[in-house]
C-alpha cells in the first residue's frame, strides 16, 4: 500500500507543477499573522450573512483560536463556546478515510482493493466494466448515485439508510459509470466504505474510528451516541431539524457530532507538523489521488470552487507547488453548514460552523467556504484565490421530521454500541 501510494504522488507531482506558467511572477511571500486577526474574519462571517450562530476554529502549531458569534439558538442571548455540539455533516467523512489510510500502511487494507471483497457473503457487487474498489469510494469516482432514494416520513437526519437496507439496496444499484472515469458525490459509497472498513478489522465501524483516530487524539465528544447532556448544547436555527439521536447508521458519510473544542484538536492533527507530543496525520491522507483534468465530468465536488485534484475525500484547490494551495472539505445538512480548509504552506487550519437563518434566508454556503478560505490565507499574508466557480451544497433536509429538537430516539442495540465508546462524562486521560 505504501508503494501505490508513493507511486500515485510520483506521478501527480510533476503534473501540478506543469499547470504554472513559465512565465509566472514570483509566487507572494508568505507572512505568518496573529491568529487573533481571526476574529475579524469571524465576524465578518456572522454579520455577511443570516445565520443563527457560528463558531470558528483556527489552529497554528500550538496556537489555537476558538470564538463563538451569534447565538446557540434563536432568543437564546447565548453564545456558541467551544463546547457547544455540532453536527460536522459531510466532514464525517474525512475522518472514515483517515481510518482508510491507517489500515492502508498497516496492510489490512489495500486502496485498490475491490468492495466485492469486504461484502456479506451473498451480496454481489455491481460493476461496469470495472470493480468498484476503495479508492474509487474515496474519490467519489465509484458510479454510485449521491443517495439511494428518499429517507421514509419521520426518519431523523442522519439514519436513514442502515446497513441492512444499503446492502440490500446494492445489487440493484445501476452505475452512472465506469468507476474511476467521472466524479460524482456520493454519500451511500461513503457509508459503504466504512462498512468495508469495519469488515476488514472485524468490528464495528463506530470502535474501530474511536480506537485508531478518536481516542490517541483526546477527542472525547466527537461521537454517534449524543448524550442528553451533549444534546441540550447541541446548536440550533429557527427550523425543526428533528431529534438530536444516534446516528450510527451514517457513519461513514455523515453522522458525527463534535465540539469546537475536539475539532481544534483535530485541525492541529490535520495541520501539523509533527511534534515529539503531537502526531501529524499522514500525508498519504491528504494527497491527491485523482486529477480532475483525467476526468470525463465531475459534479457536486465545486461547492468551495473547482478543485484541480480530489483525495481521499478531500478537495485540493490550487497547485501542490502553489504558496496558496488549499485542502478543504465542504458539509452541510440538519440545519448546519460547516466547513474545514488546511493550508499547508503555513501550516494553519480553519473550522466554521453554523446554523441556518430565518425562514426563507438563502443557503449560506458557497459565502461562507469562499471568505473562510480567503480569511484562511489572509492569516498567511497571502491574497484571496483568483475567482472560481462555486456550487450551492445541497442540503439532506428532511421536512417530514417533526419530533422536538432535543428528544432522543432510542434505537437497537444502543447500549451495546456505546460500550465500544467511552462517554464525555467519564474521565478523560491526557491526548496523546
Not at 52 to 71: K, N
Not at 205 to 220: E, V
Amino acid at each position: 500500500m505504501r508503494f501505490l501510494t508513493t507511486s500515485l504522488l510520483f506521478f501527480l507531482s510533476p503534473v501540478f507543477a506543469q499547470t504554472a506558467p513559465q512565465s509566472a511572477a514570483p509566487p507572494p511571500k508568505i507572512t505568518l499573522h496573529d491568529l487573533q486577526e481571526a476574529d475579524a474574519l469571524g465576524s465578518q462571517l456572522y454579520t455577511n450573512s443570516s445565520v443563527t450562530g457560528l463558531v470558528l476554529v483556527v489552529v497554528r502549531g500550538d496556537q489555537v483560536f476558538i470564538r463563538g458569534y451569534g447565538e446557540t439558538a434563536p432568543g437564546s442571548n447565548v453564545a456558541p463556546s467551544a463546547q457547544s455540539v455540532i453536527r460536522l455533516c459531510s466532514l464525517t467523512k474525512i475522518f472514515t478515510t483517515d481510518v482508510l489510510t491507517k489500515l492502508a500502511a498497516d496492510g489490512t487494507v489495500r486502496l485498490d482493493d475491490p468492495l466485492q471483497k469486504y461484502a456479506p457473503q451473498g451480496v454481489h457487487v455491481p460493476e461496469k466494466d470495472a470493480p468498484i474498489t476503495l479508492v474509487d469510494l474515496a474519490t467519489h469516482t465509484s458510479g454510485f448515485d449521491r443517495e439511494i432514494g428518499t429517507a421514509p416520513r419521520h426518519t431523523p437526519h442522519f439514519t436513514y439508510p442502515d446497513y441492512a437496507t444499503r446492502w440490500q439496496w446494492l445489487p440493484t444499484a445501476q452505475l452512472k459509470f465506469t468507476p474511476g472515469t467521472q466524479a460524482w458525490y456520493s454519500n451511500i459509497g461513503y457509508d459503504l466504505l466504512s462498512d468495508a472498513l469495519a469488515s476488514a478489522a472485524h468490528t464495528s465501524y463506530p470502535a474501530l474510528l474511536w480506537s485508531r483516530t478518536l481516542k490517541p487524539l483526546g477527542m472525547w465528544e466527537t461521537t454517534f451516541y449524543p448524550s442528553d447532556a451533549q444534546c441540550a448544547r447541541l446548536m440550533r436555527g429557527p427550523h425543526n431539524e428533528g431529534p438530536c439521536t444516534v446516528t450510527e447508521n451514517t457513519d461513514g458519510s455523515s453522522g458525527l457530532y463534535s465540539t469546537p473544542e475536539d475539532m481544534a484538536k483535530w485541525l492541529r492533527y490535520l495541520a501539523g507538523p509533527s511534534t515529539p507530543a503531537w502526531a501529524a496525520q499522514s500525508d498519504a491522507a491528504h494527497a491527491v489521488y485523482k486529477l480532475t483534468s483525467s476526468l470525463k465530468q465531475m459534479f457536486g465536488l465545486n461547492h468551495a470552487g473547482k478543485p484541480a485534484g480530489i483525495g481521499l475525500g478531500w478537495m485540493h484547490l490550487g497547485a501542490n507547488d502553489d504558496p496558496s494551495h488549499i485542502i478543504e472539505k465542504t458539509g452541510g445538512g440538519a440545519g448546519f453548514t460547516t466547513y474545514i480548509a488546511i493550508h499547508p504552506a503555513s501550516h494553519t487550519a480553519l473550522f466554521v460552523a453554523a446554523t441556518d437563518g430565518p425562514p426563507h434566508a438563502p443557503t449560506q454556503g458557497p459565502g461562507i467556504f469562499r471568505a473562510s478560505t480567503d480569511g484562511l490565507l489572509a492569516l498567511a499574508g497571502l491574497p484571496p484565490l483568483p475567482e472560481r466557480q462555486a456550487k450551492r451544497i445541497p442540503r439532506r433536509r428532511n421536512p417530514h421530521a417533526a419530533a422536538p429538537v432535543h428528544a432522543r430516539r432510542p434505537v437497537a442495540n444502543e447500549h451495546a454500541a456505546r460500550a465500544a465508546q467511552p462517554r464525555a462524562a467519564k474521565s478523560k486521560p491526557s491526548a496523546q
